[in-house]
């Protein structure tokens, strides 16, 4: 799949992720801001593994969750995946 395909899932309620990132178990989802939200328009962000992938990732990793920008290698990658 390529961007443009991952990003129309995105906006469906679904998550993407690539299978060439090295940290396995990462994802991407699409926030759309409710009443209650601080943030007023959608935004994209990657959400880490429940568990982590390796004993050397930081416990501060597990279920976090962070803002996400697009490189130009994202943008370019036809090796973009739904997550279940």
Request: charged share 15%.
């Amino acid at each position: 799949m390529n961007f443009g395909d991952a990003l129309q899932e995105l906006k469906s309620g679904n998550k993407v992720a690539r299978s060439g990132w090295n940290g396995k178990g990462l994802c991407l989802e699409l926030q759309t801001p409710d009443a209650n939200s601080k943030m007023t328009l959608p935004y994209i962000f990657m959400s880490y593994p429940a568990t982590p992938a390796s004993d050397t990732a930081p416990a501060n990793h597990i279920n976090a969750r962070v803002p996400w920008l697009a490189s130009q290698t994202d943008v370019l990658a036809e090796d973009w995946a739904l997550v279940a």
